[in-house]
């Protein structure tokens, strides 16, 4: 059974999926990778050319393609549960865990990101947190229906894998 890892952009899905991924010794898959190796563009290349409903459709089928795999640890794009019935679909085949963080800081981390994110690409200090204030509260009426919700800073990971295990056992003997 998969674990999908899901939460706020630089929220620490990817690093936490890594280190879940070492420590599980499960395979970790990131589903933004995931994205650009199956589209062969970068995700902010991708925002150039298309929409982000063209984005959120091509991720939904990266998403499906993930039932293929067995075992994995994958995290999610940001916005990955919030759009269509992924959410449903997440919990229908795996365990989701979402990451939380607050807005101060979520905006600390994104505003000393060097990563390349198109939905925030460009904005100041100011627009930046008024942003994440603003979504953050819509999104999260997703990611709370994660099975588990996990503290995003300093995720201790041999805690939350004991977790995940009592989580995973409970799932499969239903």
Not at 3 to 12: A, D, Q, T
Not at 53 to 77: C, P, S, V, W, Y
Request: charged share 25%.
């Amino acid at each position: 059974m998969n674990i999908y890892l899901m939460g706020y952009m630089g929220c620490g899905k990817t690093r936490a999926g890594r280190h879940l991924s070492a420590h599980s010794q499960r395979p970790f898959t990131d589903l933004d990778t995931l994205f650009e190796t199956r589209l062969g563009t970068s995700i902010p290349e991708y925002f150039r050319h298309h929409s982000e409903e063209a984005f959120r459709q091509e991720e939904r089928k990266m998403l499906h393609e993930t039932a293929g795999l067995d075992n994995n640890i994958i995290a999610l794009g940001g916005g990955t549960p919030c759009f269509e019935d992924n959410i449903d679909w997440i919990k229908s085949h795996g365990i989701s865990v979402y990451l939380k963080m607050n807005e101060l800081a979520l905006f600390h981390r994104l505003s000393r990101s060097h990563k390349i994110r198109p939905l925030i690409a460009g904005m100041d200090a100011n627009r930046l947190l008024e942003h994440i204030c603003r979504q953050l509260p819509q999104r999260e009426t997703y990611y709370s229906q994660a099975d588990l919700t996990w503290p995003g800073t300093n995720v201790e990971i041999p805690a939350l894998w004991q977790r995940l295990q009592e989580l995973l056992q409970t799932k499969e003997s239903e």
